[in-house]
């Protein structure tokens, strides 16, 4: 009942070319265009972004640290602190885009490592506190109030901003300025309402510099990559 089908050479052949163009095509999408793509996102969506440079450590320091995994026995992750680099999945996928010394480019395995060798000292309060809740945004803008540095963290598309700014210490008048500990504060854009928490001391003056701030990169974003509305995204 069943008929043998038997292929001539050069019918074989003809399949066995296009099954060798099919794989190579399927390789050089997989492994060359998807990467480019890729990368070429990642660093547009950072290009829409201000940021914050780190101060370069001693050379001493331009070396792999090999970083246990905490999920994968027997894996490990290759640091360098001095040129702020990590082979984990975090740090070749968006932010190895960042440029060079970006704080942006701190992973969980970078931060961990500054932390442990006591260089997370070497930086001021400020980047420690933004440091020390793991470098959440795509943006960071330093600006100054009322003579003090207070840093505003957020994502052109996202109604979430992270303030981070000085506390009112037990010494301070009422009417400031601020001298305490850094901490962060979390501020919902689009009702104005201060989330999470109470908010920061000069609210009244930081709340319109936040929405300056956020405005211009936010147009920025919308206008050259044709993003869409703003849309609250869980912190």
């Known amino acids: 009942m069943w008929e043998e089908v038997n292929l001539s ?19 050089v999408i997989r ?9 070429w996102k990642a660093k547009l969506s950072l ?17 792999i640290r090999r970083i246990p ?16 680099t990590c082979s984990c999945h975090h740090g070749n996928s968006r932010r190895k885009y960042a440029p060079s010394q970006d704080i942006r480019r701190l992973c969980r395995h970078l931060r961990k490592e500054l932390e442990r060798s006591n260089l997370l000292l070497q930086y ?12 959440k945004d795509t943006c960071y803008k330093i600006v100054q109030i009322q003579g003090d540095d207070v840093a505003i963290g957020f994502h052109p598309r996202s ?8 506390r009112m210490a037990k010494q301070d008048p009422p009417e400031g300025p601020p001298t305490g500990h850094y901490d962060k504060f979390t501020f919902l854009l689009s009702q104005e309402i201060w989330i999470y928490g109470d908010p920061p001391p000069n609210a009244e003056i930081i709340i319109p ?14 206008k050259d990559s044709g993003g869409p509305e703003a849309v609250p995204i869980r912190t």
């Not at 290009?47 to 070396?63: A, G, M, T």
């Not at 995994?69 to 702020?84: A, I």
């Not at 001021?124 to 470098?135: F, K, N, Y």
């Open 209 to 222: 510099t936040v929405n300056v701030v956020v405005s211009e990169h936010r147009n920025r974003y919308k």
């Open 47 to 63: 290009s829409y972004c201000p940021s914050i440079i780190l101060p370069r450590f001693e050379k001493s320091f331009d070396h």
């Open 9 to 27: 050479p050069s019918t074989g052949n003809l399949l066995m070319d296009w099954v060798f163009v099919l794989t190579g095509l399927w390789a």
């Open 159 to 166: 109604d979430f901003v992270r303030i981070y700014a000085r």
């Open 31 to 39: 492994f060359i265009l998807v990467p480019l793509w890729k990368s």
């Open 69 to 84: 995994s905490r999920r994968k026995n027997q894996k490990e992750h290759k640091v360098n602190l001095y040129r702020l």
């Open 124 to 135: 001021d309060e400020l980047i420690q506190i933004i440091i020390d809740h793991r470098v």
